[in-house]
């Protein structure tokens, strides 16, 4: 399969340069992703042939431009596998699809006394907006912890959700861990206390075949830029009733049915949330990405990067000088590493890396309460995708051997 996608990161131009005398090895698609020629040609053409706003206009680029974004909401709807496209909110990215949901469904959900249950290990983008709405409501935000192997405690889940919870925000997949959570089965417990359940996808959607109807999600959340479409498009997901029922997240042109003096009518799903001119090269770059994933195959790409794992994950292990964070058995374990060198600051080891081309992550990675719980203050994070190989995973191995032998580990 590594030839396969040795051919696959020929698509990706970025790649083909070197940073500080040395090839460059990209393992920060956790932060971002890199973007191949397909998604790139899409948005040079949008531009060139067909730039206009949407919805409004009724000459014919007006009417290619929205004819393009929405077949690229069509195509999420198909990727994720939503019910209608209608279902398919264009956001700025997973965090202002969250904020929306927090803004919207809990303001008009949450009430003093009430609880809200996250877990230790979520992105400050899942945990802000809920931390405060619980702030402004007087309700109780809880979280659910992890166990010893650093996967999320279904045990402590099913305590912590109860009948006074209202809703439960959890991640998908761990950007500092590299766990996937059984959505399915948290869906099931919230359901069974009458409460919703918001999904942080970011770090899933671009890595496996996700399901919104399967997993029975009430609103799921994403952005394209971790998944080779470029940077300030999101997508939210929400089950259409609840999306019904929601007042809009923010007010203007686009967003309305009718505007009178003292009162205004709002338009229809999935429009009622998209105010303003909206990300219209982003949203047709996101359909690119995805047409690009669907042929290579989401299931294909999750495969790849298992096999990646499991190379590598046994060798850092066996370093006695490295501290591996998440899970060590590979087959519970996505494409993202995080690990420490003992007696050496992360951003020490990442500006050591950087000096043999190989980009990795260095920070707390927005979980500041997770690296509380991990008992450090940041740690180094390696992420792979489906440009990566195992040529990549030999040159970190050779990398952090070095960077050992400079320090004197």
């Not at 997993?215 to 089950?239: E, N, Q, R, T």
């Amino acid at each position: 399969m590594d030839n396969k996608f040795q051919k696959i990161r020929n698509d990706f131009p970025i790649l083909n340069q070197k940073v500080n005398g040395e090839p460059l090895v990209y393992l920060d698609s956790a932060a971002t992703s890199q973007k191949p020629q397909a998604v790139i040609d899409g948005l040079i053409h949008y531009y060139q042939n067909d730039n206009a706003n949407v919805h409004r206009s009724v000459y014919t680029l007006g009417q290619r431009a929205t004819e393009e974004y929405e077949n690229a909401r069509q195509k999420v709807q198909r990727f994720i596998n939503a019910k209608e496209d209608k279902e398919v909110i264009f956001t700025k990215g997973a965090t202002d699809s969250l904020n929306l949901v927090a803004s919207t469904y809990g303001e008009e959900h949450i009430k003093a006394g009430d609880e809200i249950v996250i877990s230790i290990m979520e992105h400050h983008s899942n945990l802000i907006p809920w931390q405060q709405l619980a702030i402004r409501k007087q309700a109780k935000l809880k979280y659910i912890g992890l166990t010893k192997n650093g996967e999320l405690d279904m045990k402590d889940a099913a305590q912590q959700i109860t009948d006074k919870t209202k809703i439960v925000a959890i991640a998908h997949a761990s950007n500092v861990l590299g766990v996937t959570n059984d959505i399915k089965e948290l869906a099931r417990i919230a359901h069974s206390h009458n409460a919703v359940i918001v999904a942080d996808g970011a770090q899933a959607v671009p890595h496996q075949k996700v399901d919104v109807q399967d997993l029975d999600v009430d609103f799921y959340a994403f952005s394209g830029h971790k998944m080779l479409s470029p940077m300030g498009i999101g997508v939210l997901y929400g089950k259409k009733a609840l999306l019904e029922a929601m007042r809009p997240y923010q007010y203007g042109g686009e967003m309305i049915d009718f505007v009178e003096k003292q009162k205004s009518t709002w338009t229809d799903l999935p429009w009622k949330f998209e105010a303003g001119t909206q990300n219209v090269a982003g949203a047709i770059g996101l359909g690119e990405a995805i047409d690009y994933l669907n042929e290579i195959g989401i299931d294909q790409v999750k495969a790849h990067e298992e096999e990646l794992v499991e190379y590598l994950l046994p060798k850092l292990l066996q370093d006695q000088d490295l501290e591996v964070y998440g899970p060590h058995d590979p087959k519970k374990h996505n494409g993202v590493i995080s690990f420490n060198i003992k007696g050496l600051h992360p951003h020490d080891v990442a500006t050591a890396l950087d000096m043999e081309g190989i980009s990795v992550r260095a920070g707390h990675h927005c979980a500041q309460p997770l690296m509380k719980e991990l008992g450090v203050v940041a740690t180094v994070r390696a992420s792979f995708y489906l440009y990566n190989t195992k040529a990549d995973a030999d040159k970190l191995l050779r990398a952090i051997a070095e960077t050992k032998e400079f320090f004197k580990v």
